[in-house]
């Protein structure tokens, strides 16, 4: 009899304390508000970035002037069954606002779309530089991907180069010690729109004590183009360019330089080098291509 007295009591004991959590519980969820309370999702929002068209050395100051920016968005619906999202586009340079105003789109199971710079107002690749966002609702899960291509193309950007270094030898005719080596000068266009330039340096060094007055001829196919003197002190330094050419000179040049001396009877006085520099410079449709790809990540919205 005392047993099921004491059970009876701690039973009892139970109740009330389970009543008492089953309150506290109540009382706090009441104060909590309504705005901290976990709602449910109702859809996942996809916000990709675009940027179109050319830029110009004043758009924002993080791209290179006059390159062509176009974005690709990629959206699949990997599900079963159809999804219908809702596309919105926002554009956020050079002005903001909502260039696209939402519209429904229905990707049956498996299926994918493509938006790129040509749907994306004011379309085309050509038109005035752009950036802003497409933002792709939906109620279901599916994959968003951004494909970014950035094309920089300018004009008399040097592609490769090379140098050839070369000494003239020195003969003796008539009295003159003389020295002869190659001379290119200007710009030949290729089929591709490039150019081939070459630029020549002929060195002239006088290795003797005594000062020497050479005369150099620059010649072509044609006879002389100009004739002049250089006066080259002991150890001096000096050399014929394509500045010296006369203006109005046709270019390309293709022709030689002539250096010669008297011959007082010592021999060789002046060592004469020719170096013939050669670059192959971009035209205006040379382009450097460089592409960035990205899955966007969605954001659940309540």
């Known amino acids: 009899m005392t047993s099921l007295f004491h059970g009876s009591r701690a039973s009892h004991r139970l109740t009330r304390a389970f009543a008492l ?3 506290i519980l109540a ?11 976990i709602l449910p999702v109702t859809r996942l929002a996809y916000s990709a970035k675009y940027i179109c068209g050319q830029t110009t050395l004043n758009d924002l100051g993080v791209l290179p002037g006059f390159s062509f920016e176009y974005t690709m968005i990629e959206v699949h619906n990997p599900n079963n069954v159809a999804v219908t999202v809702t596309i919105k586009m926002i554009q956020d340079y050079p002005t903001s ?10 990707l049956q199971a498996n299926e994918a779309m493509e938006i790129d710079c040509n749907t ?28 970014h291509k950035e094309a920089y193309g300018s004009q008399n950007l040097i592609r490769s180069a090379s140098v050839a270094k070369k000494s003239s030898p020195a003969i003796i005719i008539l009295g003159f010690v003389r ?5 290119f000068y200007g710009d030949t266009p290729t089929a591709g729109g490039d ?28 006879g002389p183009v100009k004739t002049f003197s250089k006066l080259l002190n002991p150890n001096g330094f000096a050399t014929v360019t ?7 000179t046709p270019l390309p040049f293709v022709g030689g330089v002539t250096v010669a001396y008297p011959d007082v009877g010592v021999g060789v006085m002046l060592e004469c080098e020719e170096i013939i ?23 659940p919205v309540r």
């Open 21 to 23: 959590v089953v309150m």
């Open 27 to 37: 009382v706090l969820a009441l104060a909590i508000p309504a705005s901290a309370q």
């Open 97 to 106: 606002g909502i260039v696209v105003q939402p519209y429904l789109r229905t």
């Open 120 to 147: 994306i107002p004011p379309g085309g690749v050509a038109n005035p530089f752009r950036t802003g966002f497409v933002e792709i609702n939906s109620p279901m899960q599916i994959k968003v991907v951004v494909i």
């Open 179 to 183: 020295h002869s080596g190659t001379f």
């Open 195 to 222: 150019k081939i330039r070459e630029e020549t340096t002929i060195s002239i060094a006088n290795l003797s004590p005594n000062p020497v007055n050479a005369q150099i001829s620059i010649v072509n196919s044609t």
């Open 242 to 248: 394509g500045a010296d050419l006369p203006a109005g």
């Open 277 to 299: 520099q050669k670059y192959v410079v971009s035209g205006f449709g040379a382009t450097s291509i460089a592409m960035a790809t990205y899955e966007v990540q969605p954001i």
